[in-house]
């Protein structure tokens, strides 16, 4: 059988095919191509594969793709582009070939096979090959074989791109806090709301102190508006919380004018085919309900705080002045909940039964640790507090606290200036400290002490507090006696007596009785310590 395409010999400038011109490196290119596909997924893979390396924008302006059935049997989908240099022509043959397909040039309704290391500067018609094609047929002509090709129906390239499913791609398996910047929301994250929960939401980052901006926006076949937010630089804990809450969708935006829901992915790389989505919409690719919405324009973002929903109250001073407009601050349910994480003790929450301990411990206290303590005497027991971010008369002590020392009832921790947990526990939600002050209603100097999930938090004031070595020390009474002029001590010389100490040598030290000493004695009775005060 003879062959009916012939290699090009390098410099020849004539050819049997129509259409066919060398370029700069003597390659002969068509002024089209063509490229066979056996099935779709294959195009789709190719233009994928494509969208990857370069711009699709290029691409898609000269691209046509037409379903065609072959002559001797069988489909195949058939995309032409206009003709370019070599250069271009080996990208798509590459690209192509991974995926299956096939590549050719030439013009009109006659194409040739592309060059090859068989013929480097590629192929043309052997002499005596016939062609004849209807306007209805394309002919594509290989090695050995002639393929003619009759269309049934056009696919538009842009209509194509926007309806492909999206692919389900595996998230991180420690969660998105692991590595936000893998799910493409380390600067900029959408979030789509359901109309019901943008309330809470909205209190949820807000309290977290995420920026945020937020657009209310209507979909397709849904009566409420939804809410659209935008998150700038928000944590890996925050996108953790909102991926498993139902009804909240987190997207990533892939280019100016579109966005994919994390966890899955478009086929086409949409950051390099913007001519893919025409006009001035946003696209927001949904994934789990498998649907494209479609914004009218470009999201005209507010700023989160006039989203947060807050008491107003206004009071007028004159009729139809509202200058005296006041907001309330956002209103947040602070409890306890167990935590793993280790702080600095502040202080210790005593038992009255343990009160004779406390007061023979302070005695190892250093000086310093125990000029910054305070006490507070309350129902449960008496609170100890040797540290304080609040400073002033509580503040912190220099060196080791008194706390880290007292081996003694519950240990309490701060968690924020002048609040109070026991240890083992955390505030929940996390808010900024200042915040939680507000939230609490605290003044400056005023602390807080949460003793239980079940339980309020007690406000404890400056007079609450006292000296701890004051409130616990008992007062020592001095006995004055006369001496006689017999028992005065001589005005002699004084004199050194060295004596032997043993190994414990404070053993035996205070009794004062057995060896003979005059002892200063302690009052008889206990002292009563300063009454506390409720908060």
């Given at each position: 059988m003879p062959a009916l395409l012939e290699p090009i010999a390098a410099g020849q400038t004539r050819f049997h095919l129509q259409g066919l011109a060398p370029d700069a490196r003597g390659v002969a290119c068509g002024r089209e191509t063509l490229v066979a596909f056996p099935s779709?997924?294959?195009?789709?893979?190719?233009?994928?594969?494509y969208s990857e390396e370069c711009s699709l924008d290029e691409l898609i302006p000269t691209m046509t793709i037409e379903r065609a059935r072959r002559d001797g049997g069988g489909h195949a989908l058939l995309m032409r582009c206009a003709g370019a240099d070599s250069y271009a022509l080996d990208r798509l043959a590459r690209l192509s070939l991974a995926v299956h397909g096939q590549l050719f040039t030439g013009s009109g309704t006659v194409f040739v096979r592309y060059r090859d290391r068989m013929a480097p500067f590629g192929y043309d018609l052997a002499g005596g090959t016939t062609t004849a094609a209807s306007p209805e047929e394309v002919v594509v002509v290989d090695h050995d074989v002639t393929a003619r090709y009759r269309a049934l129906d056009r696919l538009d390239p842009v209509e194509l791109i926007q309806?492909?499913?999206?692919?389900?791609?595996p998230l991180p398996l420690a969660g998105i806090a692991s590595d936000p910047q893998l799910c493409g929301l380390?600067?900029?994250?959408?979030?789509l709301v359901a109309p019901g929960l943008s309330d809470r939401i909205l209190s949820y980052l807000w309290g977290n102190q995420v920026p945020l901006a937020g657009v209310r926006v209507a979909l397709a076949g849904e009566r409420?508006?939804?809410?659209?937010?935008?998150?700038?630089?928000?944590?890996?804990?925050?996108l953790d919380v909102l991926h498993g809450i139902p009804g909240v969708e987190l997207l990533a935006p892939v280019s100016q004018r579109a966005a994919v829901e994390i966890g899955y992915r478009h086929p086409i790389h949409l950051a390099s085919a913007s001519s893919c989505l025409p006009g001035d919409e946003m696209y927001l690719f949904r994934g789990r309900v498998g649907r494209v919405e479609r914004l009218d324009g470009a999201p005209q973002f507010i700023d989160g705080a006039h989203l947060v929903r807050s008491d107003v109250a206004a009071r007028a001073h004159e009729p139809g002045d509202a200058r005296g407009t006041a907001v309330q601050a956002l209103k947040v349910e602070l409890r306890l909940r167990p935590t793993a994480s280790i702080r600095e003790p502040r202080g210790a929450l005593i038992r009255w039964e343990q009160a004779g301990l406390l007061r023979r411990l302070i005695y190892l206290i250093p000086p310093m640790a125990l000029a910054a303590a305070r006490l507070a005497v309350l129902p449960q027991g008496m609170l100890v507090l040797t540290g304080s971010s609040l400073g002033g008369a509580a503040g912190l002590a220099a060196g080791v606290g008194a706390a880290a020392i007292i081996p003694l009832g519950m240990r309490i921790v701060e968690v924020a200036p002048g609040v109070l947990v026991?240890?083992?526990f955390e505030l929940w939600p996390h808010v900024r400290p200042q915040l939680v002050r507000e939230l609490l209603g605290l003044e400056a100097a005023d602390h807080a002490l949460f003793l239980g999930t079940d339980q309020s938090p007690l406000r404890l004031r400056p007079d609450h507090l006292a000296p701890l070595d004051a409130a616990m020390m008992s007062r020592l009474e001095l006995a004055v006696i006369e001496a006689s002029p017999s028992e005065m001590p001589s005005s002699g010389p004084a004199t050194l007596l060295n004596e032997r100490l043993g190994r414990f040598a404070l053993w035996g030290f205070g009794e004062a009785a057995r060896a003979g000493r005059p002892a200063v004695e302690e009052a008889s009775g206990t002292p009563e310590l300063p009454p506390g005060r409720e908060s």
């Open positions: 779709l997924d294959r195009l789709v893979a190719f233009l994928g594969a309806r492909l499913s999206l692919r389900q791609i380390h600067e900029i994250a959408l979030v409420r508006a939804s809410l659209l937010l935008r998150l700038r630089q928000p944590s890996g804990q925050v026991p240890d083992g």
